[in-house]
């Protein structure tokens, strides 16, 4: 009930945005923009034929396969940087560069190497999201206070144990909020890279609809489904931070 | 017979600012085995460097620690330290906490040994808890049980009590007694609570003011349970407060 109160705000500011806009649109007479029940209208065209569900699926495997492989380079390279010295003093100036360069501007060089498939937004993906992976879970690691440390060292547990128990659960939080800021990252670009090289996909939906006779309903109504569904990943991820195993970093 | 701990003539300096500011200066002790004691000192006087130079965790600048006759280089399962702030693991329950130092066992086995040393000290119904859902006093049973469990000879403890309350404190440290009576253990407790160390140690030692050294020794020759207000606790009480530079009229 109380949730429900709370959630009034945010749905009376939406609706009142989508009345101005209406209003806006009627006022001006405009051929070309569409009031938000052309929007509706449009999206129930696109679910109707099916190329709603189609790009759909088809930015999530994209994200979904550039995203998994970011975690699994991200998180272990990640602690591996977190717990040896060398290896952080020898690496982490060259990420700090790369790090800044936009996923955007990797994509003359990803269509030189992976052509106009798939495989190129997954490698676009994997950058973007690889590199917060690897700064979080970096810093969650060197933020393990010694007095952690030192009792596995009492104990003399070994370095499996250590890791394990200590380590990963430790900076496991952290290697949360990477994922987070790495999912969030990857859905911005798949959507980039499928308005610029691809066939398929949201992106690729936005860009279409507009070269293809100015269908403008169809470009807001692409943008909006791209914002619920990032919303939901968002939410998913959000999720594992109610893992009892990680409560512990966000109680006190 | 040798010494359970014998301390030799050690040093420790620290580099500050580029001069080296000595905390530790020619400490020598030794601790029998099965003996409790308690080394008292003014706050900021070195204790914790003296702990965790006999503990392994900080290499002394000069002299030797012997464990049982050994020189000792770095820490072991053989002693806990206990500290202040604690470490229990905040992500593993409170059985994953006990089963932590039990590695190269049948899985089976460590949770017996968990369960076992969690109803020793009390905590019989909270094994599948989390460290946050447990007030101070149980994390410090937690933390007691966690090192118990791995069955060491030597218990080290820094101010292990400090941060609770008066009340629990006290519980604490009856709960310590009677654990101490099942299991012999040699320990160590440093501390700068006077009565903490006059109740519970067969002796007392007293440390000056940085850089520390042993100032005096009292020998605590009273049963238990002691009485806090017992005539001889509290000559005691006030001969070693004299010691740390409370004016004998104020104790």
């Known amino acids: 009930m109380k949730g429900i109160r709370q959630g009034i705000p945010a749905v009376a500011v939406i609706a009142a945005l989508v009345a101005a806009w209406w209003l806006a649109v009627v006022e001006t007479r405009s051929v070309i923009f569409p009031t938000p029940w052309q929007v509706v209208a449009g999206a129930g065209e696109l679910v109707k034929d099916g190329t709603l569900w189609v790009d759909i699926g088809a930015s999530l495997m994209r ?36 790090r800044p360069i936009s996923p955007i501007a990797w994509i003359p060089i990803a269509i030189l190497w992976f052509g106009v498939g798939n ?69 911005l670009v798949v959507v ?6 691809l066939r398929s996909g949201l992106g690729y939906l936005i860009m279409d609809s507009r070269n293809a006779g100015n269908r403008y309903d169809l470009v807001v109504a692409g943008m909006i489904v791209i914002g619920l569904i990032g919303l939901l990943l968002d939410g998913g991820m959000r999720l594992l931070e109610g893992l009892k195993s990680v409560r512990w970093r966000y109680v006190r | 017979m040798s010494a359970k701990i014998e301390v030799d003539g050690i040093r420790k300096a620290f580099a500050t600012d580029g001069a080296a500011l000595a905390v530790v200066e020619d400490v020598s002790l030794s601790v029998q085995d099965g003996e409790f ?38 820490p072991s399962a053989q002693g806990i330290l206990i500290s202040q702030q604690g470490s229990i ?12 130092g039990l590695s190269d066992r049948p899985a089976r086995d460590k949770e017996q040994v968990a369960d076992h040393y969690a109803a020793v000290v009390g905590l019989k119904g909270f094994e599948g ?60 407790l440093i501390t700068h609570d006077v009565e903490e160390a006059i109740h519970l ?16 020794t009292f020998e605590v020759n009273l049963p238990h349970p002691r009485r806090l207000t017992s005539p001889e606790m509290q000559e005691l009480r006030v001969a070693i407060l004299y010691e740390l530079g409370v004016d004998r009229n104020a104790g």
Not at chain 2, 89 to 100: E, K, S
């Open chain 2, 201 to 216: 140690a067969d002796r007392v030692l007293v440390l000056s003011p940085r850089p520390t050294r042993i100032q005096a």
């Open chain 1, 63 to 98: 994200v979904g396969v550039g995203f998994s492989l970011a975690v699994m380079v991200g998180v272990p390279l990640g602690l591996w940087l977190g717990w040896v010295k060398g290896a952080y003093s020898t690496l982490n100036p060259l990420f700090q560069i790369l």
């Open chain 2, 89 to 100: 693991f905040p992500w593993l329950t409170v059985r994953q906490n006990l089963m932590f």
């Open chain 2, 37 to 74: 004691v308690a080394v008292v000192g003014p706050s900021g006087c070195g204790k914790t460097t003296l702990m965790n130079m006999i503990a392994g965790f900080v290499h002394p600048d000069a002299g030797r620690i012997l464990i049982d006759g050994r020189p000792r280089y770095e």
């Open chain 1, 119 to 187: 495989a190129s937004p997954i490698y676009l993906i994997f950058i973007a999201s690889v590199f917060p992976m690897i700064v979080q879970t970096t810093a969650g690691v060197h933020a393990i206070e010694r007095r952690y440390l030192r009792a596995a060292e009492n104990f003399r547990v070994s370095r499996y144990t250590l890791f394990r128990q200590v380590v990963i659960p430790a900076a496991l939080p952290q290697i949360i909020v990477g994922m987070r800021i790495g999912l969030g990252v990857a859905w």
């Open chain 1, 192 to 197: 980039a890279a499928e308005m610029i090289a």
């Open chain 2, 129 to 188: 808890s989390y460290p946050h859902e447990l007030s101070g006093g149980m994390l410090k049973r937690v933390e007691l049980a966690r090192a118990l469990a791995v069955k060491p000879e030597i218990l080290y403890m820094d101010e292990p009590f400090s941060a609770l309350d008066a009340l629990t404190n006290l519980r604490m440290r009856n709960e310590l007694k009677r654990v101490l009576a099942e299991e012999r253990h040699t320990v160590m």
